[in-house]
């Protein structure tokens, strides 16, 4: 991202200045080697070896994104997005499934169920973000001809098609309170408060946002959001009991 960022954020270059891009390569390697090398061993100690193959797809997926798929309309957005889904996911393989036995499946499958639910729920707003990312990147992505949706159909247009996608999130946590949250207090003042109020924000603002501080700030609402859902599955005994 060096090109690009020397244009969106300036003051915020690493590789070139404080470190060489030679030793940005070798650090990129021994974490993903580190990475892969606590996979394989995670996989094995619980039985599961296979798993260890996880670890190695992510490391090649996001170094080809890093080199080729950035480039592509749509497709680097969903990638990440994909990739923090599965981050989510994570726990419920190595920690859940081992753990299954005949007497406590069907509970066991109701938490992996709810993991999927929140993985759903990061995925779609962590593409969110990355769209509004673009559009708060659209010079320097312009300049290292990194192919967006603001470029491709312009800022008020992708401000729109942000706007619809982000409906969808938005039925979905209305669904979840009334079908799940209504009869606990707690939990439905959390999602209320931390969730959907603020997503609710993010679209009355993202229809008529223009400028990179605006982008910016969506952008961190939108985190902000993504930060409280994750953190409500540590929350879950109490909020949800």
């Known amino acids: 991202d060096v090109e690009a960022d020397a244009i969106n954020k300036p003051q915020k270059v690493i590789v070139g200045k404080q470190v060489s891009e030679k030793t940005a390569y070798n650090l990129f390697l021994i974490f993903n080697v580190i990475g892969v090398l606590l996979g394989f061993y995670l996989s094995n ?5 296979v798993f260890s193959g ?3 797809m992510v490391s090649g997926v996001l170094y080809l994104y890093a080199t080729t798929f950035k480039s592509y309309l749509v497709v680097g957005n969903l990638l990440i997005s994909a ?13 859940l499934l081992p753990a299954i036995t005949p007497q406590n499946q069907d509970t066991q499958r109701t938490f992996l169920s709810i993991l999927v639910d929140y993985a759903i729920f990061a995925f779609l707003i962590n593409w969110l973000r990355e769209m509004v990312k673009d559009q708060q990147d ?4 312009h300049k290292a001809e990194i192919q967006t949706l603001p470029i ?5 247009r992708t401000n729109k098609l942000i706007f619809t996608i982000s409906m969808i999130p938005l039925l979905a946590i209305l669904y979840y309170i009334y079908a799940y949250l209504y009869q606990n207090m707690y939990a439905m003042i959390y999602a209320i408060i931390f969730i959907l109020a ?8 993202i229809i008529s ?8 700030n969506l952008s961190g609402i939108l985190k902000l959001i993504l930060v409280f859902g994750i953190v409500s599955i540590a929350l879950y005994p109490f909020l949800w009991k």
């Not at 599965?86 to 726990?91: A, E, Q, R």
């Open 54 to 56: 996880i670890f190695i």
């Open 83 to 95: 990739l923090v889904a599965l981050v989510i996911i994570l726990p419920g393989l190595f920690d």
């Open 138 to 141: 659209i010079q320097g992505d």
């Open 152 to 156: 491709a159909l312009g800022q008020e």
């Open 209 to 216: 946002a223009k400028n990179k501080k605006e982008f910016s």
């Open 45 to 49: 100690m619980i039985g599961r070896p």
């Open 198 to 205: 603020p997503l609710l924000w993010f679209m009355f603002k």
